[in-house]
Protein backbone atom coordinates (compact mmCIF):
# COMPACT_ATOMS: atom_id res chain seq x y z
CA UNK A 1 0.00 0.00 0.00
CA UNK A 2 1.33 3.34 -1.30
CA UNK A 3 0.87 6.29 1.49
CA UNK A 4 1.79 9.79 0.80
CA UNK A 5 2.85 12.41 3.87
CA UNK A 6 2.98 15.75 3.78
CA UNK A 7 4.41 18.21 6.30
CA UNK A 8 5.80 21.61 6.58
CA UNK A 9 2.51 23.52 6.68
CA UNK A 10 2.02 26.09 9.13
CA UNK A 11 0.97 29.85 10.27
CA UNK A 12 3.31 32.29 8.17
CA UNK A 13 3.44 36.18 7.49
CA UNK A 14 2.85 37.56 3.81
CA UNK A 15 6.15 37.46 1.88
CA UNK A 16 7.60 34.76 4.19
CA UNK A 17 8.61 31.32 2.78
CA UNK A 18 8.03 27.62 3.67
CA UNK A 19 9.12 24.23 2.47
CA UNK A 20 6.37 21.64 1.91
CA UNK A 21 7.48 18.09 1.89
CA UNK A 22 5.91 15.32 0.81
CA UNK A 23 7.14 11.69 1.68
CA UNK A 24 6.08 8.20 -0.21
CA UNK A 25 6.24 5.14 1.68
CA UNK A 26 5.55 1.12 0.31
CA UNK A 27 7.45 2.36 -3.18
CA UNK A 28 9.64 4.77 -4.99
CA UNK A 29 8.25 7.33 -7.03
CA UNK A 30 9.88 6.02 -10.18
CA UNK A 31 8.09 6.09 -13.20
CA UNK A 32 5.60 8.74 -11.35
CA UNK A 33 4.54 11.97 -11.71
CA UNK A 34 3.98 13.85 -8.09
CA UNK A 35 2.30 16.77 -8.19
CA UNK A 36 1.34 19.37 -5.60
CA UNK A 37 -2.65 21.00 -5.44
CA UNK A 38 -4.35 23.18 -2.67
CA UNK A 39 -7.63 23.94 -1.74
CA UNK A 40 -8.66 27.02 -0.02
CA UNK A 41 -11.57 26.74 2.27
CA UNK A 42 -14.78 26.88 0.14
CA UNK A 43 -13.09 27.18 -3.30
CA UNK A 44 -12.12 24.37 -6.03
CA UNK A 45 -8.62 22.53 -5.70
CA UNK A 46 -5.75 24.11 -7.27
CA UNK A 47 -3.17 22.26 -8.79
CA UNK A 48 0.47 23.97 -8.07
CA UNK A 49 2.70 22.47 -9.36
CA UNK A 50 4.50 18.85 -10.79
CA UNK A 51 7.79 16.93 -11.34
CA UNK A 52 8.68 14.00 -13.96
CA UNK A 53 10.54 11.61 -10.68
CA UNK A 54 12.49 10.22 -14.27
CA UNK A 55 13.56 13.37 -16.17
CA UNK A 56 12.78 16.20 -13.66
CA UNK A 57 10.63 17.81 -16.06
CA UNK A 58 8.24 20.57 -13.92
CA UNK A 59 5.13 21.97 -14.57
CA UNK A 60 3.47 24.99 -12.50
CA UNK A 61 0.36 26.92 -12.08
CA UNK A 62 0.71 30.49 -13.48
CA UNK A 63 -0.41 32.04 -10.31
CA UNK A 64 2.53 30.56 -8.74
CA UNK A 65 5.47 30.67 -11.21
CA UNK A 66 8.71 32.81 -10.03
CA UNK A 67 7.11 32.00 -5.87
CA UNK A 68 7.18 28.54 -6.14
CA UNK A 69 9.52 25.57 -6.53
CA UNK A 70 9.19 22.07 -6.78
CA UNK A 71 12.25 19.84 -6.13
CA UNK A 72 12.88 16.01 -5.44
CA UNK A 73 15.41 13.98 -3.48
CA UNK A 74 15.57 10.84 -4.86
CA UNK A 75 17.47 8.80 -2.17
CA UNK A 76 14.79 9.99 0.44
CA UNK A 77 11.80 9.51 -1.59
CA UNK A 78 10.50 13.07 -0.92
CA UNK A 79 9.34 16.05 -2.92
CA UNK A 80 9.35 19.33 -1.95
CA UNK A 81 7.68 22.40 -2.70
CA UNK A 82 9.30 25.55 -1.76
CA UNK A 83 7.31 28.48 -1.47
CA UNK A 84 8.68 32.22 -1.18
CA UNK A 85 6.82 35.76 -1.25
CA UNK A 86 3.65 33.78 0.32
CA UNK A 87 0.62 35.50 -0.07
CA UNK A 88 -2.45 35.25 1.84
CA UNK A 89 -4.60 33.97 -1.41
CA UNK A 90 -2.05 30.89 -0.89
CA UNK A 91 -3.93 30.07 2.24
CA UNK A 92 -4.96 26.68 1.50
CA UNK A 93 -4.54 23.15 2.43
CA UNK A 94 -1.78 21.49 0.40
CA UNK A 95 -1.61 18.00 -0.69
CA UNK A 96 0.11 15.72 -3.00
CA UNK A 97 -0.55 13.61 -5.39
CA UNK A 98 0.80 10.95 -7.61
CA UNK A 99 0.38 9.17 -11.01
CA UNK A 100 1.78 7.75 -13.61
CA UNK A 101 0.30 10.77 -15.57
CA UNK A 102 2.64 13.07 -17.51
CA UNK A 103 3.30 16.47 -15.42
CA UNK A 104 1.69 18.48 -18.32
CA UNK A 105 -1.61 16.43 -17.49
CA UNK A 106 -1.45 15.78 -13.93
CA UNK A 107 -3.33 19.02 -13.34
CA UNK A 108 -6.64 17.48 -14.54
CA UNK A 109 -6.83 13.97 -12.20
CA UNK A 110 -9.59 13.53 -9.97
CA UNK A 111 -8.60 12.80 -6.66
CA UNK A 112 -10.26 9.70 -6.29
CA UNK A 113 -10.25 8.19 -9.75
CA UNK A 114 -6.53 7.26 -9.47
CA UNK A 115 -3.16 7.63 -8.37
CA UNK A 116 -2.31 7.75 -4.71
CA UNK A 117 -3.32 11.14 -2.60
CA UNK A 118 -2.02 12.17 1.06
CA UNK A 119 -3.94 14.04 3.62
CA UNK A 120 -2.93 17.57 3.02
CA UNK A 121 -0.83 19.75 5.33
CA UNK A 122 -2.76 23.48 5.99
CA UNK A 123 -0.58 26.48 4.90
CA UNK A 124 -2.00 30.22 6.74
CA UNK A 125 -0.51 33.31 5.16
CA UNK A 126 -1.91 36.28 7.70
CA UNK A 127 -1.43 39.86 6.03
Known amino acids: QVQLVESGGGLVQAGDSLRLSCVAS????????VAWFRQALGKEREFVAAIDWDDGSTNYADSVKGRFTISMDNAKNTVYLQMIALKPEDTALYYC????????????????????WGRGTQVTVSS
Open 97 to 116: AADSMPADLIRNIVRGSRGY
Open 26 to 33: GRTFSRYT
